[in-house]
C-alpha cells in the first residue's frame, strides 16, 4: 500500500543525523507527495549562518525517504527545490510506479534505525580498501566525492585544523544549547550518554557537550579519515551532501563500521576556505568524518528523537 509506505517513509526520515541532532526539519503530505522542509527556527544562527549543515541534515532525511519507498517497492519521484518563491521546502517526493527493490536498498534501508553516530576511538581492526571504494562509489552516486585523507602529510594538516577550530570556540555556546543533560525529557540535543566524558585521543578533537559518560577507552585509533566535497557550494550540492552522507553512512553500517564527525572547522569560514584551497584542490568540503570499527558499544547508544507526530504538519 502507498500509504503505509509513505508513513513508513516518514517515520525513517526522523532517524536522519543532524547537526547537534536538531532535527532541523518538517515534513506535510499532499496526496501522495510528502513535502520535505527546513525548520529554520532550529538553524545554528552563528555556526550556520547560511544553513548549510541545516540543509545536510535535511538532505539525510530524504534519503531516508527514498530508500524506504523504494525498499516498499515504489520508485521514489523526487524534486529538489521544486518552487523558488519557499525556499524552505527542500524537496517533494512521491511514490512512483512500482519497482522490486534491488539488494542495497534492501541493505541500506535496514541500516536506518541501527546507525548511529560515533564519538571515540576505533579498534586498530583496518576498515578494508575495498570497502573505502564502495563507500566512495555511493557518495558518488549522490554526485558528492568522498576523499579518503591520502597522506601523512593531509592528515596531519587535518587534525591541526580541527583543533584550532576546537580551540578558537572550545565552550562554544551554540554547542553547549544542543547539549542533552543526562535524564533530560529533551527529544532532541546530544544525548550525555552518546559520547566518553574524557575524550579519546584520537587527533580530532570532540565537540565540548559539556557531560558524557563513562566509557571503554581502550579504543584509541583514528581510523579512516575522509572529507566530503562538492564541486560547488549551492543549496542544492548541501542537499546533496546530505543524501550522500546518509548513503555513504548506512552503507558502511551494514559492513560493520561507524563514522564520528568533527566538523568545527567548517563552521569558521577563514577554515574552511584554508582546506578548500590546501587540501580539496578548490572543491568546497561539506563534512569531515573518521570511519572505523568499534567494540559495539555505540549500538546501545541511546538515540532521541522528536516523535513524527511533532514534525508532521
Ligand atoms: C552537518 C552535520 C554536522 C555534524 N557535526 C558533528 C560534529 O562536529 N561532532 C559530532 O560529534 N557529531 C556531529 N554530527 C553528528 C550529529 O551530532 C548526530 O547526527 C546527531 O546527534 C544525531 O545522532 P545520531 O547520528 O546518532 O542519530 C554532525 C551531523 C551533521 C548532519
Redesign the pocket.
Known amino acids: 500500500m502507498r500509504s503505509e509506505a509513505i508513513h513508513a517513509a516518514l517515520k525513517a526520515a526522523t532517524?536522519?543525523?543532524?547537526?547537534?541532532?536538531?532535527?532541523p526539519w518538517t515534513f506535510a503530505v499532499a496526496g501522495e507527495e510528502i513535502c520535505v522542509r527546513a525548520d529554520a527556527d532550529r538553524k545554528l544562527r552563528v555556526g550556520?549562518h547560511a544553513g548549510?549543515?541545516?540543509l545536510?541534515?535535511c538532505g539525510?532525511a530524504l534519503f531516508n525517504i527514498r530508500t524506504v519507498l523504494r525498499d516498499r517497492g515504489w520508485a521514489p519521484v523526487t524534486r529538489i527545490l521544486p518552487d523558488p518563491d519557499r525556499p524552505n521546502l527542500l524537496a517533494t517526493v512521491r511514490p512512483g510506479e512500482a519497482v522490486t527493490p534491488d539488494e542495497t536498498t534492501r541493505l541500506l534501508s535496514g541500516e536506518i534505525e541501527r546507525?548511529?553516530?560515533h564519538?571515540a576511538g576505533f579498534t586498530t581492526l583496518p576498515v578494508p580498501d575495498k570497502l573505502i571504494e564502495a563507500l566512495v562509489r555511493q557518495a558518488a552516486a549522490e554526485n558528492v566525492k568522498l576523499v579518503p585523507a591520502g597522506d601523512e602529510a593531509a592528515l596531519r594538516m587535518l587534525a591541526a585544523v580541527t583543533q584550532a577550530a576546537q580551540g578558537a570556540r572550545p565552550q562554544d555556546p551554540e554547542v553547549r544549547r544542543?547539549a542533552r543533560p543526562p535524564d533530560s525529557p529533551r527529544k532532541d540535543?546530544?544525548?550525555a550518554d552518546?559520547?566518553p566524558r574524557e575524550p579519546a585521543d584520537t587527533g580530532f578533537p570532540?565537540?565540548d557537550?559539556a557531560w558524557g559518560t563513562e566509557t571503554d577507552q581502550s579504543m584509541a585509533a583514528t581510523g579512516v579519515v575522509a572529507i566530503m566535497t562538492t564541486r560547488g557550494d549551492s543549496r542544492e550540492e548541501w542537499i546533496a551532501?546530505?543524501q550522500a552522507?546518509q548513503r555513504v553512512?548506512l552503507y558502511a553500517c551494514a559492513y560493520g563500521v561507524s563514522a564520528?564527525?568533527?566538523?568545527?572547522a567548517?563552521e569558521l569560514p577563514h577554515l574552511r576556505e584554508f582546506l578548500r584551497e590546501e587540501l580539496c584542490s578548490g572543491a568546497y568540503p561539506?563534512?569531515?568524518m573518521r570511519l572505523g570499527f568499534t567494540f559495539d558499544v555505540?549500538r546501545s547508544?541511546r538515540?532521541?528523537?522528536r516523535p513524527l507526530s511533532e514534525v508532521l504538519d
Open positions: 532517524w536522519a543525523p543532524s547537526v547537534h541532532n536538531s532535527q550556520d548549510r549543515e541545516m545536510i541534515g539525510a546507525r548511529r553516530t564519538r544542543w540535543g546530544v544525548p552518546s559520547y570532540q565537540r557537550y551532501t546530505g552522507l553512512l564520528a564527525f568533527h566538523t568545527q567548517l561539506q563534512m569531515i555505540s547508544v538515540r532521541v528523537r
